[in-house]
């Protein structure tokens, strides 16, 4: 059984416009983490916000905020006022406290038009 | 600095080839990873180094040989690759192989490798 699922492959968003990017995730681990990455077309993962499996809230950094349910085990990634350089593809991943590495989905493809 | 290098950027070679793809870091990080990603697809894990001594494989090709000379440096040595091997070459540090469930990892811009 897949561990993270992302089930949008692509998304279209216009420019100012908010956007949510589904995750779920699958563990029986109560400690674990939960990661959104930005991968541009130039190829560089990068890290754009984190989530524990015991914070109280919703974390936020900027323009993007994690929509956390825990009892749905859902990390939903939001982009609020889309910028066309947010185009890129959206990796979600799960690092489990008993597990060194990261366990990511399959990514959603987004696209921003002006 | 927060960064984590990778050279060359891209690399184009023959299956009889021998080359080798460099990454490295200053963060102080003591766990460093290699992974291989294909086009659309999400980064496939192959190595992880931690302390610089080879903790995990995940039953990578021995065409693929790492080595990590100190605590700053991830190396991938590369022999007689096919070309399905031809992928996205990422390396990533964070401060530990393992501990909480934080432990960030950082990715470098990887290398676009070529098998011909």
């Known amino acids: 059984a897949q561990k993270i699922t992302q089930t949008q492959p692509g998304m279209f968003v216009q420019e100012k416009e908010a956007v949510t990017l589904d995750c779920t995730y699958d563990?029986?681990?109560?400690?674990?983490?939960l990661f959104w990455y930005k991968q541009p077309s130039s190829g560089e993962m990068i890290f754009l916000i984190y989530?524990?499996?015991?914070?109280?809230q919703n974390a936020t950094e900027g323009r993007y905020s994690l929509n956390f349910q825990k009892a749905r085990k859902s990390a939903n990634l939001v982009i609020s006022a889309s910028q066309l350089g947010d185009s890129a593809m959206y990796f979600c991943?799960?690092?489990?406290?008993?597990?060194?590495?990261?366990?990511f989905g399959k990514g959603t493809m987004l696209l921003v038009s002006p | 600095d927060t960064e984590v290098t990778q050279t060359p950027k891209h690399l184009v070679m023959g299956m009889t080839n021998k080359k080798s793809l460099k990454c490295e870091q200053h963060?102080?990080?003591?766990?460093m990873y290699w992974y291989k990603q294909k086009a659309k697809k999400p980064p496939e894990l192959m190595f992880v180094?931690?302390?610089?001594?080879?903790?995990i494989n995940e039953s990578v090709p021995s065409r693929f040989s790492p080595e990590c000379p100190n605590s700053s440096l991830l190396n991938l040595h590369l022999h007689a690759l096919q070309p399905e091997d031809s992928a996205l070459y990422l390396c990533?540090?964070?401060?530990?192989?393992?501990?909480?469930?934080?432990?960030?990892?950082?990715f470098g811009p990887g290398t676009r490798l070529t098998v011909l």
């Open positions: 990533a540090s964070s401060p530990r192989q393992t501990g909480n469930s934080y432990n960030e990892q950082f």
């Open positions: 563990t029986s681990d109560p400690s674990y983490g």
């Open positions: 989530q524990g499996s015991y914070d109280q």
């Open positions: 991943a799960m690092r489990e406290q008993g597990y060194s590495t990261l366990t």
């Open positions: 963060m102080g990080h003591r766990a």
């Open positions: 180094y931690s302390y610089e001594k080879l903790s």
